[in-house]
Structures are given as structure tokens and as C-alpha cells.
């Protein structure tokens, strides 16, 4: 990072922003602004990976979602079955009244890998995507 910097407002809901400052408060950052330039950077990371991989690699995809979300159940499947080459199972768990999390293991190229986890993550009712893609 440069010497620059640029300031910027985000608006975020106060529950995650309250969530988000418990969280950096307890990993001993000393400020707001770098828990924010620390996840900016590992997305950056990531999706750079992911974009620049062409290669095949295994993992898992990991959704925590809102399973009151009319449709939504059945749109997850439908994605999966439409990458049917790239998923290999999938695991449902109910985690509360509201909540279900589904944890999809994949193989496969990393540019399907990619597309199959930004197909899901975009649905309305998905709360939270993690992707995580170990090579061989």
C-alpha cells in the first residue's frame, strides 16, 4: 500500500458492523480502518486466485443461508445440479429456526469452481459464501 490514502464511507447494517468490531477488537487490531484494509486484501487475494488459477484443485464451498427465503432451497439445488461436473456432494445442516448451512465439496477446474460459488452466492437469502480450494 502506498503513502495515499483515500477515505471512503460504506453503509452496512449495525448488527454486522457491531459483529465486525467485537471480531477485530478480539484479533488485537487497534483500529477500524485496518480490519477493513486486511479483508479488502485477502478478497483481493481470493477472487484473484481464483480468476488467474487455471488449473484443477478440490475444496469445499460453504453457505450459511435463510432457509424462510420461498424458492431459495430449490435454486441452491438447481445450481448444483447444473454443475454437476464440478460438485461432487453436498452436506445439508439446520442450524437454527432461521439458518441452514450447506457445505458443497467440489473438484474440478478452479474457472468452474468459481462460477459455481459465484452462481450461489449471489441468490437472495445467502447470507455468507466461503470457498476454500486445496490443490492435489
Known sequence: MGDKVSRISVSVPSDLLERFDDHT???GY???SK???DAMQSLITESKWMC???GGGVGAI?????HGVKGLEEELTDIQHHFSETVCSSMHVHLDEENCLEIIAVRGKAIDVRDLAQELKTRRGVKQLKLAIVTP
Open 25 to 27: 477488537q478480539r484479533l
Open 30 to 32: 487497534q483500529n477500524r
Open 35 to 37: 480490519a477493513v484494509q
Open 52 to 54: 488467474t488459477q487455471m
Open 62 to 66: 460453504v453457505i450459511v443461508y435463510d
